[in-house]
């Protein structure tokens, strides 16, 4: 029975998150940005970072931390690295969203924030990306759910350059391009890396692996899951290719895009498959909260791949365009996230206060962490943001969209609410809570303390969740 330890800073990297997710609902709710402003003007790019970076990038990174070692039944490589990542790309967000800021005219400031930004953030990606590439590539032969993980980095070194180069370009250094035009062809291909490849694609072999584990299902067949991947890497190759092309003298047009997408579509379907049938064969038929907000977020992946390539390819225009790339990225990938925050900071929480503690008196189940059934109603109110802000989008009413992503904002603000009770212990009597000195920090880990994982589940051994 392998040892895994807890990641001292992955609860931090999720208070990051959630403070600029919370930050990007505030800017939307004061009406910057789309639809006030173009989808390439700065002041939509501060929105766009904030979500794409600030948010999911660091909510992910955190969640690999934590589970890229369970994957792989390996401890995580250059583990202290984890910290000064996390600086660094905090640091790199805020330059980066501050250029963009100068660029709108918010503020007074030098241009050269943009590529000073780029570069803490090239820093940080790549230091996050030394300690999961070494932890993956020690466990031999890699696992099949170990490739999505390697392939979303991939992606994220050829966005987190591409992302570098255009900070250049819009600071005024991109003479070194010479004739080669990289902007505005290149952001589609930049975007569709970022959010279906290193975001997208890693959701996708995360959820797998945590959707197993979470809701006690058998694994599904190597075969049932190839497909998704591969479809998803020929999509992504596309993708690659599009932002390469103007290297070659070719301009990449919709069409290129949506081959790409269409590509994704068919790994989505295979991916929606597998994971019907695994809530089709779980064997906790009763659904957890993050489980039961998961299914909205699955319903917006599958809707929104589906009419992306169509508005595309039709030119149906930026309203449209930006309500399904809104459903997708609040829809799915921020719901999902959400929805798997709760159980994990639930679940790392209930590790280091109650198992150690195990066999010395009672002990919780993982879900008393959580309080229900409040934490489903600003589920609710979040999800409902989102509907209203896909439709107003679609329909072009700026207002419309403004109170909903109110909407989005207060359910937000009501499940990190929510995220910091469960790391007080709330939900539990005083009485029975564990001294003050073995109850869990707000924001970092015990890692000192190591939990017996099994290998073959990644479940804890004997847990109670």
Not at 16 to 32: K, T
Not at 433 to 439: G, L, M, V
Request: some cysteine; overall charge positive; hydrophobic content about 60%.
């Amino acid at each position: 029975m392998p040892m895994a330890s807890l990641s001292r800073w992955t609860i931090s990297y999720f208070a990051a998150a959630l403070a600029f997710l919370l930050a990007a609902e505030a800017l939307a709710v004061a009406g910057l940005g789309y639809p006030a402003a173009g989808l390439a003007e700065p002041a939509t790019l501060v929105f766009v970072h904030l979500v794409a970076i600030g948010w999911l990038s660091l909510a992910m990174a955190g969640a690999l931390l934590q589970f890229v070692p369970v994957l792989v039944s390996r401890p995580l490589a250059f583990p202290r690295l984890a910290l000064p990542a996390l600086f660094a790309l905090i640091l790199g967000l805020i330059l980066l969203c501050a250029g963009f800021a100068t660029l709108a005219g918010w503020i007074e400031a030098s241009l050269d924030l943009q590529p000073l930004g780029a570069a803490f953030l090239l820093c940080g990606f790549s230091l996050l990306g030394l300690m999961l590439v070494v932890t993956l590539l020690s466990a031999r032969p890699i696992a099949l759910f170990a490739r999505f993980v390697l392939t979303g980095l991939a992606c994220l070194a050829i966005t987190a350059l591409s992302g570098a180069a255009f900070a250049t370009i819009l600071s005024g250094h991109g003479d070194w391009l010479g004739t080669v035009a990289l902007l505005p062809d290149g952001l589609p291909f930049h975007a569709l890396l970022g959010f279906g490849g290193w975001l997208g694609l890693i959701a996708v072999g995360v959820s797998y692996r945590l959707f197993i584990m979470f809701m006690m299902a058998p694994e599904p067949p190597a075969r049932r899951v190839r497909p998704v991947l591969l479809f998803a890497s020929l999509g992504l190759g596309l993708a690659f290719a599009g932002l390469a092309a103007p290297f070659a003298g070719i301009e990449p047009g919709t069409v290129w895009i949506a081959a790409a997408l269409a590509v994704l579509i068919l790994a989505g379907a295979f991916y929606g498959r597998d994971i019907l049938a695994l809530y089709r064969a779980r064997r906790r038929k009763a659904l957890e909260i993050n489980m039961l907000a998961s299914i909205p977020a699955f319903g917006a992946l599958g809707l929104g791949l589906a009419l992306l390539p169509i508005a595309i390819v039709a030119h149906a225009g930026d309203g449209l365009i930006a309500a399904l790339v809104l459903l997708i990225a609040f829809g799915w990938l921020g719901g999902l996230t959400l929805a798997q925050l709760v159980k994990i900071v639930s679940f790392v929480t209930w590790l280091e206060t109650y198992a150690p503690r195990l066999g010395r008196g009672p002990a919780p189940r993982v879900g008393d962490l959580v309080a229900m059934p409040r934490t489903g109603w600003w589920f609710l109110l979040y999800y409902g943001g989102v509907v209203l802000g896909v439709a107003a989008l679609a329909i072009a009413a700026p207002t419309g969209f403004r109170l909903a992503m109110a909407l989005c904002l207060a359910g937000t603000a009501g499940i990190v609410t929510e995220l910091v009770g469960i790391r007080r212990l709330s939900q539990i009597k005083a009485a029975e809570r564990p001294p003050a000195h073995e109850r869990p920090r707000l924001l970092a880990a015990r890692a000192e303390e190591r939990r017996p994982v099994h290998v073959e589940t990644g479940s804890i051994a004997h847990p109670r969740a």
